[in-house]
């Protein structure tokens, strides 16, 4: 069993920040990659960030230059800082990880957060 919990989002005004965290646990033998989509209300679900394990990191053209992510390898845990937020940033949050589970593994894993809500006021 894995799980990956995420922080809670929140409100907060144009031009501001927040940071989110999402820690994977359970069965875990290697965590290639984590990163975050989001889900705004009519719009498809978009890549946001990615970072491997060894710290190669990609970000959506939206995006860069204004978030950041970063992954801690021995917590299995990633995180998003999120500055100069625009109403455009309005979405749902969801954390992933592609990992493997055992040592065996031949196949990674995909699992996701639970999604948290992230509301910028104009």
């Known amino acids: 069993q894995v799980q990956l919990v995420q922080s809670e989002g929140g409100l907060v005004q144009a031009g501001g920040s927040l940071r989110l965290s999402c820690a994977a646990s359970?069965?875990?033998?290697?965590?290639?990659?984590m990163g975050w989509y989001r889900q705004a209300p009519g719009k498809e679900r978009e890549l946001v960030a990615t970072v491997t394990s060894g710290g190669s990191t990609n970000y959506a053209d939206s995006v860069e230059g204004r978030f950041t992510i970063s992954g801690d390898n021995a917590k299995n845990t990633v995180y998003l800082q999120m500055n100069t937020l625009n109403a455009e940033d309005t979405a749902v949050y969801y954390c992933?990880?592609?990992?493997?589970?055992?040592?065996?593994?031949?196949?990674?894993?995909?699992?996701w957060g639970q999604g948290t809500q992230v509301t910028v006021s104009s």
């Open positions: 359970g069965s875990i033998f290697r965590t290639n990659a």
């Open positions: 992933y990880a592609k990992l493997l589970r055992y040592s065996f593994s031949r196949v990674e894993s995909t699992y």
